[in-house]
């Protein structure tokens, strides 16, 4: 009987790194004999991705509840097409993004509240939660380090990441209340040093996880 696989999540504000390290991290576990499935949010599956486009799209202007909305459609989506059948096939599903966004950007900057957003999403994904979390952080997620982090990402704005700085700082205030709130599952991890140092953090925290 395949043993049931391990699902990790990489979450944090924008320019940070996340979908670096989703990679590298891969690329790791890989090296150690893992089976390792790469997955996004939005996104993901077929339909997840179709409403990622509408998400995304700057010439769209949904409201706080409807864009919670869209993201818990996309993600029960992505649960039950992707990342469902790949941990139950003993894979491992690292995903670039996961609920704990949605409960910082709509839940936390969009003041639909935590909880309520939390509820919202649990119908669709159930018992498929991640069995670590990891947000990475700029420096000391000062406001100054934010934006640092946001030029770094500079070109590559949607409707989401384009927003206010503070709106941002208010997603990694959320960030960190709910790390404090789950300290078991979700791990702080400082991005602002090299690829390969922010990997090796990653790996080290996963100790408990490796086979």
């Known amino acids: 009987m395949t043993s049931r696989g391990k699902f990790i999540s990489l979450e944090g504000g924008e320019g ?28 993901g599956s077929e339909g997840a991705e179709k409403i ?8 769209e202007d949904w409201s706080t509840s409807t864009e919670a909305l869209l993201f818990a459609a996309a993600r029960a989506e992505h649960v039950e097409k992707t990342i469902k059948p790949a941990l ?11 609920l704990d966004s949605s409960l ?19 119908f669709g994904v159930g ?22 982090a946001r030029t770094r990402d500079k070109g590559n704005d ?23 709130e789950e300290p078991d599952r979700v791990k702080l991890v400082d991005a602002s040093g090299t690829e390969e140092q922010v990997t090796n953090i990653l790996l080290r925290s996963l100790g408990d996880l490796l086979p």
């Open 104 to 122: 910082a950007y709509q839940g936390g900057a969009g003041h639909l509240g935590i909880e309520r957003v939390r509820e919202l999403n649990l």
């Open 16 to 43: 940070v790194g996340k979908s670096t390290q989703v990679k590298a991290l891969a690329a790791a576990l890989r090296s150690r004999g893992l089976d390792v499935i790469e997955t996004r949010e939005p996104g």
């Open 158 to 180: 949607d409707r989401i990441g384009g927003r206010s700085m503070d709106f941002h700082y208010q997603v990694h205030i959320a960030f960190q209340l709910i790390a404090a």
């Open 88 to 98: 139950e096939a003993g894979q491992w599903v690292l995903s670039d993004r996961f």
């Open 127 to 148: 018992d498929c939660l991640p069995d670590r979390t990891f947000v990475l952080l700029f420096g000391q997620g000062s406001k100054d380090a934010l934006e640092r």
């Open 52 to 59: 990622r486009e509408l998400l995304l799209d700057p010439n």
